[in-house]
């Protein structure tokens, strides 16, 4: 059983049938693994074994109970930072749910991703520790989160207390993390974007169930979905599932392409954007039409344009994390960075992404106080 038959399963308005001699539960396994088990129970349940049916039904009835619990985990949320005057967007997760997929049992959701701006940090912090949430440890974050251009773009996630010290991972229990976000960036070794501003110049009003709150605009949130995918798919953590998302976005695009194409432009987004496209165009069959992805095309380096048409799926989705020794740390680094490299399309790009991956946090200090000194 191979990641692109299941890829075949899910393809848009044509899915192959599961093939014969699949091996069924190396199948549910990637299907969960992928989170597009709940969305093959809608599209095979009648063509698979009986055992196998049960396993995808109960792993869509527990999402949609979690989904459930989690909506009202986020309307007590929001409500509450709504009284306290802090205002938020939620972002990805739930937002998806009504909007690309017309029930909650289709989409599983890992956590509650929730952007603030910085200044609003201290009082959000305190509105989460009075609904009784606690911020757990995160290797890597630590004393880093407010140290300006080495901060990352969220900190430690919040957790309910009692849940801290539990088996459950972040998807397997009843309640999910917290993760405040203060930027809609994406990274990788010597790349970037950063879409914050125009996350709070675009945001618009959202209601979940009794609570309102803000979310990213269509055209945004859709820019944000590939990027996404794409920072993703270059570090290998890609899920099949952020592709359905994005053919689903395809599907049901409504406004010109063209204004998708021109706020890619502005963000100096259009290689991250065309390798989200393509991405779900090649392996999921999403309706992106070719003059789209040839407008965006002309700055997409070749070297990225002929890894995107050659490699196979398994390049893209995620692999084991190993375990983070120092040096298995930098071996990560320098694996990441060659792939990195096929996204430059400047020799300073590449010089940056090689200095990123040997000494990151002096590099990214280097880059900080240069664009300092550009501003000035």
């Known amino acids: 059983m191979s990641l692109t038959q299941l890829a075949d399963n899910l393809r848009w308005n044509d899915p192959a049938e599961p093939p014969p001699d699949v091996d069924w539960p ?19 349940r009648a063509e698979v074994p009986r055992p196998v049916q049960e396993e995808l039904r109960r792993q869509a009835q527990h999402t949609a109970l979690r989904n459930r619990l989690l909506q009202a985990q986020a309307e007590r949320i929001l409500t509450a930072l709504e009284s306290a005057g802090v205002p938020v967007i939620l972002l990805k997760g739930l937002t998806l749910i009504g909007t690309l997929y017309p029930s909650p049992e289709l989409r599983p959701v890992r956590d509650l991703d929730l952007l603030f701006r910085l200044e609003d940090l201290p009082r959000a912090d305190r509105v ?6 606690a911020k757990a440890f995160v290797p890597g974050l630590g004393r880093k989160e407010f ?3 080495r901060a990352p773009k969220h900190g430690q996630p919040y957790w309910p207390l009692g849940f801290l010290g539990s088996a459950w991972g972040p998807a397997q229990g009843p309640w999910a993390g917290v993760e405040p ?3 809609l960036a994406e990274h990788a070794p010597g790349l970037g974007m950063d879409l914050t501003q125009a996350a709070w110049g675009r945001a618009q009003s959202f209601t979940l169930g009794s609570a309102t709150g803000l979310a990213l605009e269509p055209a945004l949130r859709f820019l944000h979905l590939a990027c996404h995918a794409a920072f993703d798919a270059l570090k290998r953590l890609l899920r099949l599932v952020h592709l359905y998302d994005l053919t689903l976005e395809a599907a049901r695009w409504e406004t010109d392409w063209e204004e998708l194409v021109s706020l890619a432009q502005q963000h100096q987004a259009e290689r991250y954007l065309y390798a989200g496209l393509y991405l779900a165009r090649r392996w999921l069959a999403a309706p992106v039409p070719e003059e789209t992805l040839d407008a965006l095309r002309p700055p997409v380096p070749r070297s990225l344009y002929r890894w995107l048409a050659q490699a196979p799926l398994a390049a893209f989705l995620m692999a084991p994390a190993p375990s983070r020794t120092a040096w298995q740390k930098l071996r990560l680094r320098l694996y990441q960075a060659q792939r990195a490299l096929k996204w430059t399309r400047t020799p300073a790009e590449a010089t940056r992404v090689l200095a990123e ?3 990151p946090n002096a590099a990214r200090g280097v880059w900080a106080w240069l ?5 000035a």
């Open 371 to 375: 664009r300092g000194m550009a501003v």
């Open 181 to 183: 976000h203060w930027r």
């Open 357 to 359: 991956a040997l000494v």
């Open 147 to 149: 140290l300006g251009w």
């Open 128 to 133: 989460l520790k009075e609904l009784g949430y």
């Open 26 to 44: 190396v199948w549910l396994r990637l299907a969960a693994e992928h989170g597009v088990a709940p969305l093959l129970y809608r599209l095979w």
